[in-house]
Nanobody
Framework: QVQLVESGGGSVQSGGSLRLSCVVF??????????MGWFRQAPGKEREGVAA???????SYSNSVKGRFTISRDNAKNTLYLQMNSLKPEDTAMYYC??????????????????????WGQGTQVTVSS
């Protein structure tokens, strides 16, 4: 069974930084082949895609985080990262990582859809105060 465990969330002031991590457990020999993504959901809002990185290292970002967030992966550690800089109050949300068996990143501004992901973590809370 594949499990994703996020960490690194917390409370920061506007302009601050956080780095989220997501470790994949189970069938780890497949990790390098997954397309990995970060999503977030703010209270009262739908979950939205934030960033994605596929098996060949291609990345994509939502317009709202482009230039501030960086997604990366360490295949040797089965770990996904999201470096978040210049945080804003509107970045406040629960952040989820997800793994997809079949998705890929078609362009830097095209995020795989939520339904394309097969496995999800439980989330880590990020709160940005003004």
């Amino acid at each position: 069974q594949v499990q994703l465990v996020e960490s690194g969330g917390g409370s920061v002031q506007s302009g601050g930084s956080l780095r989220l991590s997501c470790v994949v457990f189970g069938y780890t020999y497949r990790y390098s082949s997954y397309c990995m993504g970060w999503f977030r959901q703010a209270p009262g809002k739908e979950r939205e895609g934030v960033a994605a990185i596929d098996s060949d290292g291609s990345t994509s970002y939502s317009n709202s985080v482009k230039g501030r967030f960086t997604i990366s992966r360490d295949n040797a550690k089965n770990t996904l990262y999201l470096q978040m800089n210049s945080l804003k109050p509107e970045d406040t949300a629960m952040y989820y990582c997800a793994a997809s068996v079949g998705a890929w990143v078609a362009s830097p501004s095209t995020l795989p859809r939520e339904y394309e992901y097969n496995y999800w973590g439980q989330g880590t809370q990020v709160t940005v105060s003004s």
